[in-house]
Structure formats: C-alpha cells, structure tokens
C-alpha cells in the first residue's frame, strides 16, 4: 500500500531531484502515477459489480439459511423433532389410540404379522404423541415423583425433543408378558429376543440401548423406524447438529 501523509499532494512525496525541471515543462497527458490513483477506485467498483452479479448458492425460496444460533442443539441429551401431520398417520390397533407414520405403520404390521407366526405377539404400547401430550407426561409426571429435570430427562424427553413427535418411534410390549410393558424386565421376554433377531429386517431399531451416546436410561422397549429416506434422515441429522 501506498503511505500518505495528512495534508500533502502526491507530488510532494517525489524528491526534490525527481520533480519535473521548468526547463521542460509537462505535457498535457496525464501523469502515469494519476492514473493509478484514478484506476484504484475504478478496479474497485468493478470487483464490486462483479461479486454482486455473480450466481450464488441461495437457499430455496422460503426456506432461509439457518443461523449458527438456529442450528438443532440437544437438551438433556435429546435431540428436537419434528411433529408428524396428523394426514401423514396411520392407527396400528383396532381402536385408533396407537398411530404411527405411515410408512412406519406398514413396517409395524408387516413386522407384527411375522412375530405372530412364529409365536410372539408384539404389542404397540406408544407411538406418536403431540407436543401437548409430552408436555403433560414429562411435567406432570417430574411433579408428582418430585424429580429434578435432568432426573426426568434419563427416562422421558422434554416437550418438543421425543422421537415420539416423529410417528416413526414406538414403545412395543409383550402381548404373553403384559407385567414386563415399560419395563426393564423386558428384555427378558419372548417378544424382545425376537426384536433383537428380527427387527432390522424391518427398519427397526433400538432408540436408547445400553450404555448410549446419548445418556440416556437403556429402555429395551423403545424402538424406531429407520427404513425410509425421510426417516434416516431425521434422527441421524439430529445427532450431526447438535
């Protein structure tokens, strides 16, 4: 860069020695050195109509670049999710209570019709809940139990972070072993060990194992459905943002 002192024109910068002799005077051109000055700015304004002209990656039409600050950030250990649209849900029992995705719906079914053939009957305890309904069962719950939060956090997501808004996830039991739903003892029964064998033929997956990343308490009876795009996408994504 070129050094400037306050208040001097170009010229007064030039030694003494180098100036122009009245002995022959200047030409009427322009000196090289003012069309340096008088390029600087012009270069300038061109790189300027260059970058603002030029394509760049935009995001889609309503659908703005997330921030650093609006980039998914775990709570507990839970990651946020989604809520499924209530077009997009299918029931897996006869009285409707139980509804899932319905790509996971269809899974479920095809996954329960092969455990009964084989003996084991697969029962859908849990599927999709709202973000009213986690409210009500993590808050109402933590109260009652006088938990703290992070307590209640091992075994139930805060509203707005369960797989559960998904209607890919599902809570499953055993329809021989009624006492063991919800618990631990689950994973003593019939219908685990057929889970375990046959499940990922299905596209389901074990949410919270033992020892998970995510520590949070090992629930044998937690299962999701991972066999879709969509469905992949959504909780691995969830793990590379937070």
């Given at each position: 860069m070129v050094s400037r002192r306050s208040g001097l024109h170009p010229v007064d910068d030039i030694p003494e020695a180098r100036r122009q002799s009245p002995l022959r005077p200047a030409t009427t051109n322009p000196s090289p050195r003012r069309w340096v000055w008088f390029g600087v700015p012009v270069l300038g304004i061109g790189a300027v109509l260059v970058w603002w002209f030029s394509p760049r990656a935009t995001p889609p039409l309503g659908m703005p670049e997330p921030t650093?600050?609006?980039?998914?950030?775990?709570?507990?250990?839970?990651?946020?999710?989604?809520?499924?649209?209530?077009?997009?849900?299918?029931?897996?029992?006869?009285?409707?209570?139980?509804?899932l995705h319905r790509e996971a719906a269809q899974a479920f079914l095809a996954m329960q019709s092969a455990a009964r053939a084989e003996g084991v009957i697969l029962v859908p305890l849990s599927g999709f809940r709202s973000y009213q309904e986690q409210q009500s069962l993590f808050y109402d719950v933590k109260a009652e139990r006088g938990q703290q939060v992070a307590e209640r956090a091992q075994v139930s997501a805060p509203p707005g972070y369960s797989e559960h808004h998904t209607g890919y996830a599902l809570d499953i039991g055993d329809g021989q072993q009624p006492g063991t739903h919800i618990e631990l003892s689950f994973e003593q029964t019939a219908a685990f060990r057929w889970l375990q064998k046959r499940a990922a033929q299905f596209h389901f997956e074990l949410s919270f194992p033992p020892n998970n990343a995510q520590g949070i308490s090992y629930e044998p009876w937690h299962w999701r459905f991972v066999g879709s795009p969509t469905s992949l996408e959504l909780f691995y994504r969830a793990r590379q943002g937070s």
């Open positions: 650093p600050a609006e980039q998914p950030q775990a709570l507990l250990g839970h990651f946020p999710y989604p809520e499924a649209r209530a077009e997009d849900l299918q029931a897996v029992t006869a009285d409707g209570r139980v509804k």
